[in-house]
């Protein structure tokens, strides 16, 4: 997929909280500060990064829902030949005795974070 025909507006956000949007755009900022398609967050980071929840829940009680909702967000288009959906992260899984979260962005969308630094462009 070419960033030509990627448009914000085919993206699917359904079901995401503010929080989990939040959280969406701070996954691909870390990706592109780095200039790496995996990002780790330990999970201090994700408590401030969802800081209104419920008093009564811990983040180790919402990180299974924040990744499934997550992995759930997607693009649809159509290069012509049928409408084709593809899923932004690829991977997105909790390792409990670290306390992180590691998550991979599908390498169709390398381009939003420009790993390629060949392809980044140099300011005059």
Known sequence: MTNSIFSIDSVNFDGLSKNELSLFFAVLTRMHHLRTTSVVFNFDELTWL???M???VTIDDII???LTDLSR???TYDLGDGKARHDFFTRATTVDDQRIVS?????DFE???QVDASKWKQQS
């Open 50 to 52: 969802t800081n209104d």
């Open 54 to 56: 419920d008093d009564y």
């Open 73 to 75: 967000t997607n693009i």
């Open 111 to 113: 381009f939003l974070v």
């Open 64 to 66: 299974p829902e924040i």
């Open 103 to 107: 998550i991979q962005l599908n390498p």
